[in-house]
């Protein structure tokens, strides 16, 4: 095969791309960045009336998106939600495992409920709905990708700010990008995650608020901008990078000790 020179191109034209947790911060970014690119657009999250916002925005911009209700604590509504997009956009092919929220309160105060649902929205939704998406590309021997979306905190917790569980669920989705992308890699479907640092979104803002500026403590005084990741998701979901599956990407500006 002939590839060009340099064989670095981000044209999404003709893939279908489905966006968790599109309501605000990183997924809102994620799927105009995919829309921009040439992608038609499934975009997800619990509140609908945020992403008939974010569908104008799309839409406005030449790009096409379909607004779809989720809610990643129920495996009915995820096998749904790809099947509303699959009706509305065709076969999903590019899937990004953006949705997450945090636990906030130190491990032995948490109740049951918040277990459950920080797990099921941080880990098992995002695995059943890889998986969902995953066995529809297999039974149309179509290639495929999906970029998870981990944290930083999947590597390191210091112990404060109540958020063991988020740790352990974001450990949990970069050994899910790792195992997945073995057991696709036959069927040209790559898995791979990023891992970001600080960077500004509602859940930031609400870690902020709890427990302060911690922009301070960073090399560069900063929470990152989700515009400085759109080269790296572009990067994972184009066509150029199909040797690329099972890696993580951390992205934290240099806020992490190394």
């Not at 030449?62 to 509504?77: H, K, N, R, S, T």
């Not at 970029?147 to 958020?163: C, E, R």
């Not at 891992?195 to 427990?211: T, V």
């Not at 302060?212 to 990078?241: C, E, N, W």
Request: aromatic share 6%.
């Amino acid at each position: 095969m002939t590839y060009p020179l340099p064989n670095a191109s981000h044209d999404l034209t003709g893939q279908v791309a489905l966006v968790t947790g599109c309501s605000s911060g990183l997924g809102w970014r994620f799927a105009k960045t995919l829309a921009a690119a040439g992608a038609r657009v499934a975009i997800t999250a619990r509140r609908k009336d945020r992403l008939e916002a974010l569908a104008q925005e799309i839409r406005a911009s030449g790009g096409v998106a379909e607004p779809i209700a989720l809610d990643m604590q129920d495996p009915a509504q995820i096998v749904a939600a790809v099947d509303a997009a699959e009706r509305a956009l065709g076969l999903v092919t590019i899937l990004v495992n953006n949705a997450g929220i945090p636990d906030a309160q130190h491990a032995t105060k948490q109740s049951l409920d918040l277990i459950n649902r920080v797990f099921d929205t941080n880990l098992r939704g995002p695995y059943i709905l890889s998986c969902e998406v995953a066995r529809r590309l297999i039974a149309a021997k179509s290639a495929g990708r999906v970029v998870n979306i981990a944290s930083m905190g999947a590597f390191s917790y210091q112990g404060g700010g109540g958020a063991a569980l988020y740790s352990i669920t974001k450990a949990g989705i970069v050994r899910m990008t790792e195992a997945l992308s073995a057991e696709w890699a036959g069927y040209r479907i790559n898995v791979n995650c990023i891992a970001p640092g600080a960077f500004s979104s509602e859940m930031m803002d609400g870690m902020l608020s709890r427990i302060g500026d911690i922009s301070k403590t960073f090399p560069r005084r900063r929470i990152a901008d989700p515009a400085l990741m759109d080269s790296t998701l572009l990067y994972l979901v184009a066509p150029s990078s199909e040797a690329v599956t099972g890696t993580v990407i951390k992205i934290d500006d240099g806020q992490s000790a190394k």
